[in-house]
């Protein structure tokens, strides 16, 4: 079972812009401004990407929402709206003052 739930999360990888570079500060992730995809599908995408490569394994707690926001130009709430939209698949867990976790995809999620 793939890790997101979209049907485009892991087509076209070369004009969705996937994590480049795995430097010591984590993965880095582009948004192509010129794209006709939508920047927040682009960011689930590489999210989705970089968790199913296990850059992001699970238990790992993914980039603030500042942080991501400074990275690729978004506006912080176009990432809240990614953080959300991952979470409602399943994807990862968010806890309140902690952060956003990747979820272990092996375990039934809770209700």
């Not at 990614?82 to 952060?99: I, K, N």
Request: charged share 20%.
């Amino acid at each position: 079972m793939p890790v997101c739930q979209r049907r485009n999360c892991h087509r076209g990888q070369s004009s969705l812009g996937w994590p480049a570079d795995h430097s010591a500060s984590g993965v880095r992730f582009h948004i192509q401004q010129e794209s006709d995809i939508p920047a927040s599908t682009q960011l689930y995408n590489q999210i989705c990407f970089a968790i199913a490569a296990r850059h992001y394994p699970p238990g790992h707690r993914l980039p603030s929402t500042r942080q991501l926001a400074m990275q690729t130009g978004l506006h912080r709430n176009t990432i809240s709206k990614v953080y959300r939209q991952l979470e409602t698949d399943g994807v990862v867990e968010a806890m309140a003052g902690s952060g956003i976790y990747v979820r272990d995809q092996q375990k039934p999620r809770e209700i």
